[in-house]
């Protein structure tokens, strides 16, 4: 069994910074993309940020620039660091990776999801 365990969300004023982890436990073989998702109440679930096992990453236009996606294969970690945050970044972040459990079963995992809210 896998777990996403996501923390560091909160309420912070707009230009403010918040840093996201994702830690993934359980039966881990190895771990791919790792990602970052946000939605937003009305929205669709939107990719803000990914980064593949050897460390390529992509961004999302809206936050490029401003958010940096960072992982620790050690700690199977991934981390968003947010800076300039924006009104219109307030919603639900959720955290997917894609693990396999052994050589060769494969699948995507979800977290449970952070609230980030960013006040005008």
């Known amino acids: 069994q896998v777990q996403l365990v996501e923390s560091g969300g909160g309420l912070v004023q707009a230009g403010g910074s918040l840093r996201l982890s994702c830690a993934a436990s359980?039966?881990?073989?190895?771990?791919?993309?790792m990602g970052w998702y946000r939605q937003a109440p009305g929205n669709q679930r939107e990719l803000v940020a990914a980064?593949?096992?050897?460390?390529?990453?992509n961004y999302a236009d809206s936050v490029k620039g401003r958010f940096t996606i960072s992982r620790d294969n050690a700690k199977n970690t991934v981390y968003l660091q947010m800076n300039s945050l924006k009104p219109e970044d307030t919603a639900v972040y959720y955290c997917?990776?894609?693990?396999?459990?052994?050589?060769?079963?494969?699948?995507?995992?979800w977290g449970q999801g952070t609230q980030v809210t960013v006040s005008s």
């Open positions: 997917k990776a894609n693990i396999k459990t052994t050589a060769w079963v494969m699948q995507d995992y």
């Open positions: 980064i593949t096992s050897g460390g390529s990453t």
């Open positions: 359980g039966s881990i073989f190895s771990i791919n993309a």
